[in-house]
């Protein structure tokens, strides 16, 4: 049991994971901005820091600042919440090398999940079915506009979209949060909508590579929360439909969902579980699914951090 954790992030998420350890008799540290001196997290914790100025790129996600709060006020473990450093492999790697638990999956697991493009293949090769796309790119990255993470040439790009069939998801490799994706209808428009894809992602993630899906039209979205400890225990805690989108970002979120029956469930969950051991997951976690017209899922992304939703599942 860890004696003292640090939540290196602010507003809800800071105050639950605060509340979360009160009620385990966990001792809190809250790091905080100079403008968020006064926000409910730093009164709620037992200790607080300020760790930089306003601007979040000095403080939230000034890793150098955060190691050494942690440092200084003797906590054992870090907390980082959702956004900010939460899906950082770096920050993770330093918290390893401090000593510090970081709460949430290992470095090399946030690197393997977060790439889509490599997280695709890790789970066709575990057997969890995938939208039909962008396969095997690793094996040709000898070529020109290939690498191991993906796709970053145009006509490399529209070889492999017409193998797919339209319409394309494009999608970028290091994509989140609908930045990096577009649809292209024919292969009339696809230069253009990768072009566009791919500018959004050098802007969003700085990654210019991209990768490519078979357009689901119509779809569902539903996630699976999981959790799963260091010794290879891997629990479905349930889904969340977040169908309800605009721009691609999630609007509402409801539990259960009300286009599945028992059978249905009980497969998407051990495709959860299967998805989770396959990169030997730990912490909580979350795994996105798209559902098509025929009820058929494919795998779309991983989460490697608790999500805003989480509380969604807790209710």
């Known amino acids: 049991m860890f004696e003292k954790v640090l939540i290196a992030n602010r507003g809800e998420i800071a105050v639950r994971v605060i509340r979360a350890c009160r009620a385990m008799g966990i001792k809190t540290v809250a790091v905080y901005s100079t403008a968020d001196r006064q926000s409910l997290h730093t009164y709620l914790a037992d200790e607080a820091v300020c760790i930089g100025p306003a601007q979040a790129r000095d403080s939230y996600l000034n890793i150098p600042a955060i190691i050494t709060a942690a440092k200084g006020t003797g906590a054992d473990a870090i907390h980082p919440g959702y956004g900010f450093l939460s899906e950082n492999s770096t920050f993770a790697k330093m918290c390893r090398e401090n000593d510090i638990a970081f709460i949430g999956p290992t470095p090399e697991v946030i690197d393997r999940m977060g790439n889509k493009s490599q997280a695709r293949r890790t789970m066709m090769d575990a057997g969890v079915p995938v939208v039909p796309g962008t396969k095997k790119v690793a094996a040709k990255a000898q070529l020109p506009g290939v690498t191991k993470k993906g796709i970053h040439d145009v006509d490399v790009a529209l070889e492999q979209a017409r193998t797919i069939g339209w ?31 791919q500018r959004e992602s050098v802007n969003a993630f700085a990654d210019n590579t991209m990768y490519l899906e078979r357009a689901v039209q119509n779809p569902r979205h539903v996630e699976v929360q999981i959790i799963a400890d260091n010794h290879g225990n891997v629990v479905a805690l349930g889904e969340r439909d977040c169908s309800v989108q605009r721009n691609h970002q999630k609007m509402i979120e409801e539990s259960p969902s009300p286009a599945l029956d028992e059978e249905l469930r009980a497969r998407m969950m051990d495709d959860a579980v299967k998805a989770a051991r396959a990169v030997g997951y730990t912490s909580a976690g979350t795994i996105e699914f798209l559902m098509d017209t025929e009820r058929n899922y494919y795998f779309m992304e991983m989460n490697t951090r608790i999500q805003v939703e989480h509380c969604v599942s807790e209710m």
């Open 167 to 197: 319409p394309i998801m494009i999608k970028a490799s290091s994509g989140g949060g609908g930045k990096g994706m577009r649809v292209s209808e024919s292969e009339e428009d696809f230069a253009d909508m990768f072009n566009i894809a």
